[in-house]
Nanobody, 122 residues
Framework: EVQLQASGGGLVQPGGSLRLSCAASGFTFGSYDMSWVRQAPGKAREWVSLINSGGTPYYANSVKGRFTISRDNAKNRLYLQMNSLKPEDTAVYYC????????????????WGQGTLVTVSS
């Protein structure tokens, strides 16, 4: 059974940093592209970043230059380093993956973690 467990969220002031982590199990982690997706209060889910099985990262324009995605295949862990946080980054952050590869619509994702809340506020 595929399991994804996101952690590391919390309350941070604007301009601050947080590091999210996602623990994966139940599948061959290193063979899958992995993504971070977020959902702000009252809004639709938004794709944030993807790292493919080869380690190449992709970012939404809204976070490019501020967020860094990474993975540790030996530990089955996905990370999201978030710097220069803004109030508009406030959301529940999910790690997700799917059976295919590459960028895709959120509806095509097969597996989702339970999410971790990030609140950016002074």
């Amino acid at each position: 059974e595929v399991q994804l467990q996101a952690s590391g969220g919390g309350l941070v002031q604007p301009g601050g940093s947080l590091r999210l982590s996602c623990a994966a199990s139940g599948f061959t982690f290193g063979s899958y592209d992995m993504s971070w997706v977020r959902q702000a209060p009252g809004k639709a889910r938004e794709w944030v970043s993807l790292i493919n099985s080869g380690g190449t990262p992709y970012y939404a324009n809204s976070v490019k230059g501020r967020f860094t995605i990474s993975r540790d295949n030996a530990k089955n862990r996905l990370y999201l380093q978030m710097n220069s946080l803004k109030p508009e980054d406030t959301a529940v952050y999910y790690c997700a993956t799917r059976e295919g590869s590459g960028l895709a619509r959120l509806s095509e994702y097969d597996y989702w973690g339970q999410g971790t809340l990030v609140t950016v506020s002074s």
